[in-house]
């Protein structure tokens, strides 16, 4: 993955504060999208530029967008490592009450910005039809403040460490976490129990699922090994 300079002019940075504050002021998660996806720069994109897209206060909004890039197939390699540290880093923050903070080597990581805004287009209609099946307000207690966010945040950071899993060519790796992460995002965003305890129900099903290839794997290397040295004698 390419490393760009980090230098942002300063035209550019006060766009960037202002899209994100016209972001946040959109009435749905789609038009929030929307407007962060037309006004991402051409050429590559930094993490850091992302972040300023979305503002300060828009660190769910940073998550969805992240989680997003991987409900569609896209070659941008180390993309669930950078993504799901930063995902990570969010969860953490927010369980600490504090803003985002990227190390300089996450925040310097520089994407092609026509491969990530293609695949934001695609990836778009998971977040249209999961926004349709939201209620605003539904079991609300579930996103209120206190126990229940700090274990909202909590299933943010776990879905991040299992979006970084080293499980390559696996059917669903990444999409069974990024559903995760998108679902307790869009919950806490929308004050949505239901979305929210899907979300941590997706979490519990990839943790089943990668336990289930692990000891899969070690069966077949287990049955493997024994064949060799059966041929061998």
Known sequence: MTVRPCGVDEALQTR??????????????GAKLDVVIRSLPSGWVTLAEIRDLVGPDGLLLLTLFLALLFMVP????????????????????????????????????????????????????WLHRLERVSRPHRLNGLASAG??????NGGLVVGALLLMAP???????????????????????????????????????????????????????DEAFLHIMGAAE
């Not at 960037?16 to 998660?29: F, I, K, N, S």
């Not at 923050?93 to 695609?122: D, H, I």
């Not at 990668?210 to 794997?217: D, H, K, Q, S």
Request: glycine letters at 8%; a positive charge.
């Open 147 to 152: 126990l229940p966010d700090a274990v909202n």
């Open 167 to 221: 499980i390559v060519l696996v059917p669903f790796s990444n999409t069974l976490p990024a559903l995760a992460i998108l679902l307790l995002a869009i919950g806490v965003l929308q004050r949505d129990g239901l979305c929210i305890l899907f979300g941590h129900f997706f979490n519990l099903v990839t943790i089943v699922y990668f336990t289930a290839l692990v000891i899969g794997g070690h069966a077949v290397f």
């Open 74 to 125: 896209i070659q941008i390699p180390g993309l669930s490592v950078v993504f799901g540290g930063s995902i990570a880093l969010i969860g953490v923050c927010r369980f600490r009450g504090r803003t985002l903070w990227l190390p300089k080597s996450l925040a310097q990581r520089s994407l092609p910005a026509e491969k990530v805004r293609a695949a934001l287009n695609k990836s778009s209609y």
């Open 16 to 29: 960037m504060e202002q899209v994100g504050r016209e972001a946040l002021l959109t009435d749905t998660l």
